[in-house]
């Protein structure tokens, strides 16, 4: 692009260059005074929109910015799990730190295999190296074995199978005043339990009956003594159940009672409730270990009723031999543990009781010299139920007491 001289060049030409750059500066200010400042642009004016009306072309929206990814976690180096084998002077300073004494050493680097792996595996580095055979390892655990026999420990149900007629004996059983009873197998009380909740006796309610009625009865097994310790051993099923409710009642009465559960789970729900409950109390509960190998003053024996399937295992057994050798007089409730209600044989361990209370009638199974002295304890079942599974022969016993002694 060409320029065009300024008309005044010439004569700046002409003069001397410090008084042409002054003539010059003038002459740019009188040029800038003789124009006139330019008038201001004008836009176009946008119409101005009611406030209750939205805007025709509303304000485009703001773009959001792009998702942060999520942090990742750093990677870190996997150790090797290869056995190092600390040679003398390995990971050790040999000079020693400023302010430090020359005889202190820096403690040896840690390794990844402790003592202990070493112990077990070895210090050879191709023994560790190998993977280990899980699956052909779990092949060889029988599960379904294991889980059984953690299950077949005699107290898990009230199930029963019928013994044969044949095995089961013959007792006259009798009251003080010479009433007959109607003994039951254990096969014929399971039926009168479901007749019973049948027409409206629950569980609960035979529990209850039948937890009291055992209280009153320790109490007066205990009566003179000071300050008593009672240990109740308790099952998952309904002798469970009532283990606890006896446990609620002396514990309301002052009485020091601990309970010691064979099972710390797969009980009933009855066992569980009546298990709040005494929660509820003062009394306290023990663990199979810390049983105390003293002489307590009463051990009530809860853990199995008529529901035997077998020899006792496990927590069961532990608890029967620890009962029988600790010398305190054992009150059984309904059967005492590890004796048939129906047949009276005990395939292994056994409760030695010094006396039973059994529940409802007596039990065909209850031998003189299994059960001790023979009680029996009214849990509120009406007397139409016995007679529709037992006969026409059974007749109540109670009278106005609601424990009786039985004879046989």
Same mark, same amino acid.
């Given at each position: 692009?060409?320029?065009? !001289?300024? &008309?005044?060049?010439?004569?700046?030409?002409?003069?001397?260059?410090?008084?042409?750059?002054?003539? /010059?500066?003038?002459?740019?200010?009188?040029?800038?005074?003789?124009?006139?400042?330019?008038?201001?642009?004008?836009?176009?004016?946008? !119409?101005?929109?009611?406030?209750?009306?939205?805007?025709?072309?509303?304000? !485009?929206?703001?773009?959001?910015?792009?998702?942060? !990814?999520?942090?990742?976690?750093?990677?870190?180096?996997?150790?090797?799990?290869?056995?190092?084998?600390?040679?003398?002077?390995?990971?050790?300073?040999?000079?020693?730190?400023?302010?430090?004494?020359?005889?202190?050493?820096?403690?040896?680097?840690?390794?990844?295999?402790?003592?202990?792996?070493?112990?077990?595996?070895?210090?050879?580095?191709?023994?560790?190296?190998?993977?280990?055979?899980?699956?052909?390892?779990?092949?060889?655990?029988?599960?379904?074995?294991?889980?059984?026999?953690?299950?077949?420990?005699?107290?898990?149900?009230?199930?029963?199978?019928?013994?044969?007629?044949?095995?089961?004996?013959?007792?006259?059983?009798?009251?003080?005043?010479?009433?007959? #009873?109607?003994?039951?197998?254990?096969?014929?009380?399971?039926?009168?339990?479901?007749?019973?909740?049948?027409?409206?006796?629950?569980?609960?309610?035979?529990?209850?009956?039948?937890?009291?009625?055992?209280?009153?009865?320790?109490?007066?097994?205990?009566?003179?003594?000071?300050?008593?310790?009672?240990?109740? #051993?308790?099952?998952?099923?309904?002798?469970?159940?009532?283990?606890?409710?006896?446990?609620?009642?002396?514990?309301?009465?002052?009485?020091?009672?601990?309970?010691?559960?064979?099972?710390?789970?797969?009980?009933?729900?009855?066992?569980?409730?009546?298990?709040?409950?005494?929660?509820?109390?003062?009394?306290?509960?023990?663990?199979?270990?810390? #049983?105390?190998?003293?002489?307590?003053?009463?051990?009530?024996?809860?853990?199995?009723?008529?529901?035997?399937?077998?020899?006792?295992?496990?927590?069961? /057994?532990?608890?029967?031999?620890?009962?029988?050798?600790?010398?305190?007089?054992? /009150?059984?409730?309904?059967?005492?543990?590890?004796?048939?209600?129906?047949?009276?044989?005990?395939?292994?361990?056994?409760?030695?009781?010094?006396?039973?209370?059994?529940?409802?009638? &007596?039990?065909?199974? #209850?031998?003189?010299?299994?059960?001790?002295?023979?009680?029996?304890?009214?849990?509120?079942?009406?007397?139409?139920?016995?007679?529709?599974?037992?006969?026409?022969?059974?007749?109540?016993?109670?009278?106005?007491?609601?424990?009786?002694?039985?004879?046989?």
């Amino acid at each position: 692009m060409m320029y065009a !001289p300024h &008309p005044n060049m010439a004569m700046m030409n002409s003069m001397a260059p410090a008084h042409a750059l002054t003539q /010059l500066l003038k002459i740019n200010v009188q040029d800038s005074r003789s124009h006139s400042a330019p008038a201001p642009r004008s836009f176009p004016q946008e !119409p101005q929109v009611p406030m209750n009306v939205q805007h025709p072309h509303p304000p !485009p929206m703001p773009m959001h910015p792009p998702p942060v !990814p999520p942090p990742q976690e750093p990677q870190r180096r996997q150790p090797d799990m290869k056995y190092r084998d600390p040679s003398p002077g390995y990971g050790q300073r040999k000079s020693p730190r400023r302010g430090e004494s020359p005889g202190r050493q820096k403690s040896p680097r840690k390794f990844y295999m402790s003592n202990r792996d070493r112990d077990t595996f070895g210090d050879h580095s191709s023994e560790i190296d190998d993977e280990f055979d899980f699956e052909g390892s779990n092949s060889k655990f029988n599960k379904k074995k294991v889980y059984k026999e953690m299950l077949d420990e005699n107290e898990t149900t009230d199930e029963v199978v019928p013994p044969s007629p044949s095995s089961i004996p013959k007792i006259n059983f009798k009251t003080e005043d010479g009433k007959r #009873l109607v003994a039951a197998t254990a096969e014929q009380m399971r039926r009168i339990c479901e007749k019973s909740q049948e027409i409206g006796v629950s569980i609960s309610q035979m529990v209850e009956n039948a937890g009291r009625s055992t209280a009153q009865f320790a109490l007066q097994m205990l009566k003179g003594k000071k300050d008593p310790k009672i240990v109740v #051993l308790i099952g998952v099923g309904s002798n469970g159940a009532i283990g606890y409710c006896t446990a609620r009642h002396l514990a309301n009465h002052n009485m020091n009672v601990y309970i010691c559960r064979s099972r710390a789970y797969h009980f009933t729900d009855e066992v569980a409730l009546q298990r709040k409950i005494y929660q509820a109390t003062s009394g306290k509960e023990a663990q199979i270990g810390s #049983l105390s190998v003293e002489a307590v003053d009463l051990i009530i024996d809860s853990m199995v009723g008529y529901g035997l399937k077998g020899a006792l295992q496990g927590n069961t /057994l532990t608890l029967t031999q620890w009962a029988n050798a600790n010398g305190a007089p054992i /009150l059984a409730l309904d059967v005492p543990t590890g004796v048939d209600a129906s047949t009276g044989k005990a395939p292994g361990e056994y409760i030695k009781a010094a006396i039973t209370l059994t529940f409802a009638v &007596p039990k065909t199974g #209850l031998l003189k010299d299994k059960t001790g002295k023979l009680y029996l304890a009214d849990v509120g079942i009406p007397t139409s139920v016995f007679v529709e599974i037992l006969g026409s022969e059974h007749s109540s016993p109670f009278g106005e007491n609601f424990i009786v002694k039985v004879h046989s």
